[in-house]
Structure formats: structure tokens, C-alpha cells
């Protein structure tokens, strides 16, 4: 099962989320969730170094893959924190309705 938790700060911004497990929905390289997560995940990554141009704390498992960590750590201006909001909420969103179509294989917490 894939696990996903959300951390927010005291204003309910999200600072952090972590991936962590496989799917085990369907045979190594075939797998839809995986994929779909893995997809979702890194393309989140990439579009808060493009988009909110700043770079941060990620940390991956290179060799068993299943874990992707990544969290805020520096002070970001009003529009690079509203950008990051919205790439991170829209994660979370994501990863909510992927729950909803396989609950036998994803679970999110906030």
C-alpha cells in the first residue's frame, strides 16, 4: 500500500508531504497506481522548481524507490507561497481522488 501524509503549518498552509510504499496493484513496470502517484509526485516537484523557482528539500530512496519526501524549508515571497499552495493543495486533491477509485492501495493523511 502507498502511504501519503500532508503536514500544514498553523496557518493550514501545507509545508511537507512524504510517499512512502508500493501499490502491489498489478506486476512490477505495470503497476497504475504506482505510476499514477509517481507521476503526480515528481511532476509536483518539478513545477514548484519551475514555476514557484525555488528549490526544495526533497529526499528520494534511488535504489528501492517508494519514498519521496519533500518540504519547504526557506521563506518564500507572497506569490511563490501562493504558488506553492496551489501546486500542493492540487497534490492533495489528486491524491484524494486516487483514494476514492483505489482504497485497496493508497491511503492520505492530513
Given at each position: 500500500?502507498?502511504?501519503?501524509?500532508?503536514?500544514?503549518?498553523?496557518?493550514?498552509?501545507?509545508?511537507?508531504?512524504?510517499?512512502?510504499?508500493?501499490?502491489?496493484?498489478?506486476?512490477?513496470?505495470?503497476?497504475l497506481?504506482?505510476?499514477a502517484?509517481?507521476?503526480?509526485?515528481?511532476?509536483?516537484?518539478?513545477?514548484?522548481?519551475?514555476?514557484?523557482?525555488?528549490?526544495?528539500?526533497?529526499?528520494?530512496?534511488e535504489?528501492?524507490?517508494?519514498?519521496?519526501?519533500l518540504?519547504?524549508l526557506?521563506?518564500?515571497?507572497?506569490?511563490?507561497?501562493?504558488?506553492?499552495?496551489?501546486?500542493l493543495k492540487?497534490?492533495?486533491?489528486?491524491?484524494?481522488?486516487?483514494?476514492?477509485?483505489?482504497p485497496s492501495?493508497?491511503?492520505?493523511?492530513?
Open positions: 500500500m502507498i502511504h501519503v501524509s500532508f503536514k500544514h503549518n498553523q496557518d493550514k498552509q501545507i509545508v511537507s508531504f512524504e510517499v512512502s510504499g508500493h501499490a502491489g496493484s498489478g506486476p512490477y513496470g505495470y503497476d497506481v504506482c505510476a502517484v509517481s507521476a503526480v509526485t515528481i511532476g509536483t516537484v518539478n513545477s514548484l522548481e519551475k514555476l514557484a523557482q525555488f528549490q526544495p528539500l526533497v529526499e528520494v530512496d535504489v528501492e524507490g517508494g519514498y519521496l519526501y518540504e519547504i526557506q521563506d518564500l515571497s507572497e506569490e511563490q507561497l501562493s504558488t506553492t499552495q496551489i501546486l492540487s497534490l492533495y486533491l489528486t491524491m484524494q481522488d486516487l483514494v476514492k477509485e483505489y492501495f493508497i491511503d492520505v493523511k492530513s
